[in-house]
Structure formats: structure tokens, C-alpha cells
């Protein structure tokens, strides 16, 4: 998955209240919380759950003005462990909020999620001044551990090896009012030799399907239009018990949601995509035209040597029959360059698995060995190597990235208006949000023309392609399209 923001600040106001004081929030909660999100989407709905504990023990939701003023009584890093950039981060983050309790000496600092899973011990000794480590099992025990910091006055750990609560029996504070995640399963049963997962979030568990489908039901009543389904291996739904064509029926389950306009999920495992999927996704009109399915290396000797199980041809394989059953769909991916032991000729592999397959873009990483794991013992590649074909790689992408972008141009699309703006959209003028099969799209409002608000359907006429986004700017007097619903 890949790496996500902060939670937004609509969610902020919408929690603590646009215009509120700070005095007016204190005096009714026990005081107000600041979450920030390293990592997957995974992690930003863990941060959602956080969020949601927390203001259901009496706290609310700092304001953008109350984190920038350092007057914030709990802060939460929700962290990553999947790269090393992550893991510094962590670590940097932390040390940036030392000020905070040297501004605030009561402000409560609590770390939580894959690395705390992971380097609990660690984390404490490094900075004595986090008041509670938990891991990503342990997110309801959170307010408990920081009350318990509190009357003991030293850190507080608490990370379990086995799961108690499962996604949807928590609580939540959802970033966005349009769009919600939804986790059908949790922890993975996959060995890959890169991977780190497994050890932090344990094996593969699903939800029932009545469950799941209750929770998208609640979003769309809170007035979500858009629901990604979340899983390590999301179409691997079911499996341990059996049940292959899990996925297919609960992807059909979520299209006859009354109100539901969009159903995404992510990531997809090659090994374990079905025809009956893509069926599912073809013939079901609210699941999206996306796939993102991480590929990794493009060299069978490679997959092995990573423990992926599946080949290459597999994997073009399975693009061709959505291609055949979907020909407008997006299909985006995962990339590791300089796997150890990867020769020139690996890497040519993936160059030309990459030239077969057209994604519509790529997160292309460059492999950073994760202590623990198989593949962090084997022999490493220089630097120098690893960028050169790093760069190479991008290269390639960005200019298939760029032929699919300009497709668009002139065609109607329908864009989902989120909570969020663009960039520029202040000097623009613009209102952004995505297609139907991803894409990111930056809509003007025609002179004259009411403005639509998040959550809102637009069918616009794309009249400029960027790198990675469309500019939709579209003149209904020449005939260009503009509609609301």
C-alpha cells in the first residue's frame, strides 16, 4: 500500500467544530488529541480507530491552530515499518515532539503501530519522554496505558502478540465525511523474504461478511458515496476457511448497498486473483475500473528469491483479463529495484514486464533491507547500482504514465469532489477529486455555475493532462460538459 498523510483538517473542524475556542473544548473533554499517520492506508484507518477510542474516553479533536500553538494535551504517531525512511522518520517525529513537552510538560506522547509493534523496547529507551507504546493489536488499550502513565509518571508498553479487537468492533473518526475505508481482514499469511508484515501484524484474519457489510451500511448513512475495501491480501478474503469466491461475493454484496456509489479495494495478491474477481468487478456498475496488484520485480528468479508466489506471465496474465473484461480500467503497481542478488539482467526483466503491462503509474521503491527479515542477511547491492536502475525504471514509467494522462483529453469523466483541496485550488479557483478509475482531477467552475460541494458527482470534460492529474476546466458554451449531482 502506499504511503498516506495526515488525517485531514476537515476531519478536525468537523471533531472539534469550526470557530470553537480552545476554552469552550476544554471545558467539556478531558482535552484534545493530535493523530499523525506514517505509512499504508491500513495505517491511516488504524489512526481513524485511534481517533475514535480517544474521543470516546472524553477527548476531542485538536484544530490545525491548537497543534501550531503546541497546545495539544495527547499526541499519537501512528508508525510504519515497511521501509527504513519510515523507521527515521519515526524517530525524527519523535524527537521533534520533545518540544512539545518542553512547551507543555502535561502533554501525553503515545507511539503506536507497525514499529511499535516491533521495536517497543527500543523506543522507550530511545525517548524516555514517550509516555505509551502500544501496538497494532492494541489500540482500544490506549487510553488506559496514557492514564496509567499518568498516576505512575513513567512510560507505559503495551503490545500484544494476539489480536482482541477486530476492525469495526472499535470505534472511529473518519477522515473523510465522502469516502471511508473499510477493513474486511487483518495480518497476512504470506512468507515474502523483503516483508516485515507478518511479525507485526500477525496472520491472516477475516471478518464476517454480515460484519462488514453492516459497517459500509453505517458509512453510507453518515453519508460516505465512495467505500475501499482494506486488506494485506484483500482478495485472499475467505481463504483460510476454504472459501475462494469470498472476495467475488462480498464485492457484489457492497453493489447492492441502496446509496453506495463507488467501491474500491486494495491490494490485490497476484497468487490469489480469480477469474470470479474480475467477473465480480465487471459486471458489479458501483465496483471502480482500478486495480492496484504490486508486482515487485518483472524476473522470476527474483520472485523466487522473494518468496512471491507467482511468475511474471501470471501476472500479465491476469492484466490481460481485466484489460479484456474492463478496457478502460486503471491498473497501478508496486516495485522493488535492487533486490539483493538482482543482475542487469533481472532488472531488464522488469523493464520489460513494465513495457507489457502500461501501468497507469507506479510507486517504484528501491529495496530497503528490514532487520529480522530473510532477505536483510543476503548480500547487498551497491547504492550507486540500486539508483542508476531506480531512475531508469521511473524513466520508463513516467512517460507510459504520461500517454495514459493525455488519453483523456476531451473525454467526459465523473469526478467525486473530496474533502480536500489541490495545492493551487486556493489561486485556481478549482475544486479536486477523482474519476471513476482513479485519477486525479482538478474541476473549474464554470463562470455562472454553482460550485460543487465534497461528496458531490461532477461529469466534466477534461481539457488539460498533467504528469499524474487531469485539469478539467471545461466552457459549456463550446459544447463542454458540466453537471452536478
Known sequence: MAAGPDLRIQSWLMEAGEGMSVTAQRKDSRGVYYVR????????????????VLRDQGYQQATPEQVRAREVDV??????????????????TIGRWHRFKQHKPDTRIAVGGCMAQKDRERIVKAAPWVDAVFGTR????????LDKARRDGRPQVGVSEELRDLPGRLPAVRSSRSQAWVSISVGCNNTCTFCIVPSVRGRERDRSMDDILQEVEDCVRSGARQVTLLGQNVNSYGWSTGDCYAFARLLRACGQVPGLERIRFTS??????????????AETPTVMHQLHMPL????DQILRAMRRSYRSQR????????????????????????????????????MDVVRR???????????????????????????????DRFERLQALQESITMEHMQAFLG??????????????????????GHERTGVLVHVGVPKGMPAPKPGDLVTCTVTQAGPHYLIADPDPQAGQVYDIR
Request: aromatic fraction near 6%.
Open 37 to 52: 499517520t506514517l505509512g499504508c492506508q491500513m495505517n491511516e484507518h488504524d489512526s481513524e480507530r485511534i481517533a475514535g
Open 75 to 92: 499526541m499519537v504517531l501512528n508508525t510504519c515499518a515497511v521501509r527504513d525512511n519510515a523507521t527515521q522518520r519515526m524517530y525524527g
Open 138 to 145: 492494541d489500540i482500544g488499550s490506549l487510553p488506559g496505558l
Open 268 to 281: 490485490p495478491h497476484p497468487a490469489a486473483f480469480t477469474d470470479d474477481v474480475i467477473a465480480a468487478m
Open 296 to 299: 515487485q520485480s518483472g524476473s
Open 315 to 350: 501476472f500479465l496474465d491476469i492484466l490481460d483479463k481485466v484489460r479484456a473484461a474492463m478496457p478502460d480500467a486503471l491498473i497501478t503497481t508496486d516495485i522493488i529495484v535492487g533486490f539483493p542478488g538482482e543482475t542487469e539482467e533481472d532488472f531488464q526483466a522488469t
Open 357 to 387: 503491462a502500461r501501468f497507469s503509474s507506479a510507486f517504484i521503491f528501491e529495496y530497503s533491507p528490514r532487520p529480522g527479515t530473510p532477505a536483510a542477511r543476503m548480500s547487498q547491492l551497491p547504492k550507486a547500482v540500486v539508483q
Open 411 to 432: 473525454r467526459q469523466v465523473e469526478v467525486l469532489i473530496g474533502d480536500g483541496h489541490g495545492r493551487h485550488d486556493g489561486s485556481t479557483h478549482r475544486v479536486t
